[in-house]
């Protein structure tokens, strides 16, 4: 298996991966356009799992700037997919492993995600990755109908 940047070649199979993970449709225009400003952005992190060249696995991460304490940055997870015939075989895992190198080497302070909580075999899979759920409350707005 091999972890590697997101690149156009890769959104047709990303689309394939997103309806296992939510109900909403992609639209692959929109998604090569996003693409294009993720890649400018240097703080943005698109990383896919591959095994003998398909796309089994992905996740977003944005890492942020924050003004207090030391100032470090903290990155945000988004986005985690792996191919259904392909879970529980460490794919998640090498990619949230690597996505956390790349949050050590940028010298974040933490990172942050949400899961759905309708999903408790993702809740399993974050808290044996060492991840707590703590006494939190997240909160989401939705700002548009094509969410």
Do not use: W
């Not at 692959?28 to 896919?48: E, T």
């Not at 696995?57 to 304490?69: V, Y």
């Not at 997919?81 to 949050?103: F, N």
């Not at 309708?118 to 974050?126: G, K, Q």
């Amino acid at each position: 298996m091999e972890i590697q940047v997101i690149d156009e070649n890769d959104l047709e199979e990303i689309a394939f991966l997103y309806q296992q993970l939510s109900k909403h449709n992609s639209d692959l225009g929109k998604m090569k356009s996003a693409l294009r400003q993720a890649v400018l952005n240097s703080n943005h992190i698109l990383l896919g799992a591959k095994v003998n060249g398909r796309l089994i696995g992905s996740l977003a991460g944005n890492i942020c700037t924050t003004l207090f304490g030391k100032c470090n940055p903290f990155l945000v997870v988004e986005d985690v997919v792996v191919d259904e015939s392909e879970r529980r075989a460490g794919v998640g895992k090498a990619l949230m492993i690597r996505l956390e190198t790349i949050a050590k080497k940028t010298n974040c302070s933490y990172i942050f995600l949400l899961t759905d909580s309708d999903r408790p075999e993702a809740h399993y899979f974050y808290e044996a990755l060492g991840y707590k759920s703590e006494p939190y409350r997240g909160y989401k707005k939705i700002l548009t109908s094509n969410y």
